[in-house]
């Protein structure tokens, strides 16, 4: 299993940010998103993040939830989601999975940790889930030596920052603004206090995610984060081409690169 | 519930438990309900109905409150938290409308500005509602994700939450979601249930056999329940939307067919396949139509103190019909669940205790939104008269 901590120090160590990209399993199809996750791989990410489509995702916008619930209604199951993270860690990138609560706990929370951990996946980022509510997913992370990635927002108090940080393992995911996932035109300007509230409290990496979509926004990022998350500009790209698989794999190469060469400039 | 929101709902977890403590405020609260709102609403024998089912049936007539329902208690309650929190603007979602318009309501009353999330199927079978509170001065959004109802007019006001939690409260429409809503939305609505027992034993001198109300997300049912959970002898029924019937999956009887999960920050009885997706609801009343519950609901089930039963939406259609052609009160969809249920629960006190045997029906809401739906259920309308007339009967008997 490929490390997440190990590809945010060699990041480091090349002096910049970590490009951590996003995808629903199952879209545009359980065997698209193999394709197209495995193209931002080769184009640049560091670190995979596959999210696991969800019926009711508070935390996304409508860019993501149009994805997932594509991949839904073509009828995604959670052992697919495995699937897909095999196929992918396959690469040796560390591959993540996003996923809200319900899924998880409904799966099995040993059992999922299980086949997680054999499917090669590096752990979990859960939006709907902060550490405080979180034991029976902790336990289950540590005995099978999986990451655990929570979130902290701008609004989060400096103790709860500081406990976020200390039960995470892999990196923090700072949400940048208050908001749901999607594209925006500037990036926010909470995004960096916040990450020197999370340094303040460890030397775990803290990616920033939610707005970013180019080159240059990522460039801006990486100027003061470890690592930059980008997920809906990724799924815009493949929505943008419905009908036509190997033009949406070659905007999301081309996306994959301009943002690469952003963290790379940051 | 994400980590964007436990800031907010910690913040409002305190603001609520110290107004609740705050005599200034719980005077200000009951003031407004009784001289804006209509309360205490009126304990009322229904004579007729209570020959037909040979007990005694009394109606809370929470349908008289302003605004037609119950949920103009929950709304002056966290509209009145709001101001007293320095908030400017008020978010809700809304399945039938009612809370809608409440909302609408208390936003206009204590001068906020208002914003409604409304499932756009539910706009489109609520569309009276949609223009009242737009004529009250919100802003109603349709939702056009998920299933277009009311549990993805939830989860936009969530987002709308996290972007704009530093000035927005979130008027939270029923006993569900995250800490501190379900206990704030029962303390806000307990007053049907303290009101209903003190005028039972005001009026008739004992306490009722049994009480009732329709549980969709679980807010009249919890404010009524509350005030009897100590009364051994009291009966409690809450009456969930079956649909077209539990056994065919077209139902939101959360209750009695859902399995314990998270849904919208709480864990509670949810109605989700097995990959934990969250299965589409239906109910022909739009406020009932979700696929969760109150977790305080799903805790009364577990430990057997309140009985849920699913209510068919003929059931419940029949239900409204009898109500109107006997008493001439014309119910809301949802409460003619409760009405549906609670008669054969009266007719078997009857039965085993004689006519002085009572039961209390929440009368939560009244029918003036649904007469779209019971124009096309019956077939109403027709000046001419080649609609077939509607045929009230009462539980047990044959039409």
């Known amino acids: 299993m490929a490390s997440t901590t190990t590809a945010f120090e060699k990041a480091r160590a090349e002096d910049r940010a970590a490009l951590v990209g996003y995808l629903p399993a199952g879209f545009p199809s359980v065997d698209g998103s193999i394709a197209a996750l495995r193209t931002m791989v080769e184009a640049g990410c560091d670190v995979i993040e596959i999210g696991l489509p969800y019926s009711d995702p508070v935390m996304d916008g409508p860019t993501i939830q149009a994805a997932a619930q594509q991949a839904l ?17 396959e690469t040796g990138v560390p591959t993540l999975v996003m996923t809200y609560w319900n899924p998880v706990e409904r799966y099995g929370v040993e059992r999922w940790a299980t086949d997680l951990a054999a499917a090669g996946g590096a752990g979990l980022i859960t939006p709907d889930i902060t550490p405080d509510h979180g034991g029976a997913w902790s336990a289950a992370a540590d005995a099978h030596d999986l990451d655990k990635v929570f979130l902290v927002a701008p609004s989060s108090t400096d103790e709860r920052i500081a406990m976020t940080s200390a039960a995470s393992r892999g990196f923090v995911y700072a949400a940048a603004v208050m908001g749901v996932t999607g594209a925006r035109e500037a990036t926010s300007d909470l995004a960096g206090p916040l990450v020197a509230r999370v340094r303040a409290s460890g030397d775990i990496p803290v990616a920033v995610g939610i707005g970013v979509s180019t080159g240059d926004q990522a460039a801006e990022v990486a100027g003061f984060a470890d690592g930059v998350i980008v997920g809906s500009a990724f799924v815009r790209a493949l929505l943008d ?13 081309t996306l994959t690169e301009d943002l690469a060469g952003g963290v790379r400039r940051g | 519930m994400p980590e964007a929101l436990v800031k907010a709902l910690d913040e409002l977890t305190v603001a609520w438990q ?11 609260f009951e003031r407004v309900l009784r001289d804006y709102a209509g309360t205490p609403s009126r304990l009322y024998h229904a004579e007729r109905l209570s020959r037909q089912v040979g007990a005694r049936v009394l109606l809370k007539r929470e349908d008289l409150n302003h605004t037609g329902a119950h949920k103009i208690r929950n709304v002056m309650g966290q509209a009145l938290l709001t101001k007293r929190m320095g908030k400017t603007r008020v978010i809700a979602e809304t ?100 009101e209903a027992r003190e005028q039972c034993l005001e009026q008739y001198g004992v306490l009722p056999d049994a009480v009732a109300a329709c549980v969709g997300g679980g807010s009249n049912a919890i404010g009524l329940f509350t005030a009897f959970l100590e009364d051994e002898g009291v009966e409690i029924h809450g009456f969930e939307p079956g649909g077209d019937g539990v056994e065919t999956g077209r139902h939101a009887a959360t209750i009695h067919a859902g399995e314990a999960g998270v849904l919208h920050g709480a864990r509670t009885y949810v109605l989700q396949d097995e990959d934990g997706q969250t299965v589409e609801s239906h109910s022909i009343s739009a406020g009932l139509d979700y696929p969760g519950v109150g977790p305080q609901h799903s805790w009364l089930a577990a430990m057997g103190r309140a009985t849920y039963t699913p209510v068919t939406d003929r059931q419940a259609m029949d239900a409204m ?13 949802e409460s003619a669940h409760a009405v549906a249920g609670a008669l054969d629960v009266a007719r078997r006190l009857g039965e085993e205790k004689g006519p002085d045997a009572t039961v209390i029906i929440n009368l939560s809401g009244r029918g003036d939104k649904d007469m779209g739906t019971a124009i096309e259920w019956f077939g109403l309308g027709d000046a001419e008269g080649e609609a077939e007339p509607v045929v009230a009967t009462a539980p047990g008997e044959e039409a």
């Open chain 2, 18 to 28: 110290d107004a609740m403590a705050d005599e200034a405020f719980v005077s200000e």
């Open chain 1, 241 to 253: 081409h419905p009908d036509d698989e190997a033009a949406g794999l070659a905007a999301l190469r």
């Open chain 1, 73 to 89: 209604e073509r009828g995604i199951r959670t052992r697919d989601v495995i699937d897909v993270v095999q196929a992918v860690a």
């Open chain 2, 321 to 333: 019909a009898l109500l109107s052609r006997t008493e001439g009160i014309i119910p809301a969809i």
């Open chain 2, 95 to 194: 399945g039938a409308g009612q809370h809608g318009v409440a909302s609408a309501t208390a936003a206009a009353w204590f001068d906020l500005d208002c914003t409604v999330y409304m499932g756009a199927v539910d706009t489109r079978r609520q569309a009276l509602n949609v223009a009242r509170m737009q004529l009250l001065g919100a802003k109603v959004v349709p939702v056009e994700s998920g299933s277009a109802t009311l549990k993805d007019a939830i989860n936009e006001a969530l987002r709308d939450w996290v972007a704009s939690v530093d000035h927005t409260a979130y008027l939270f429409g029923t006993a569900a979601g995250p800490h501190p809503f379900p206990s704030m939305v029962r303390d806000f609505c307990r007053g049907i249930g303290d």
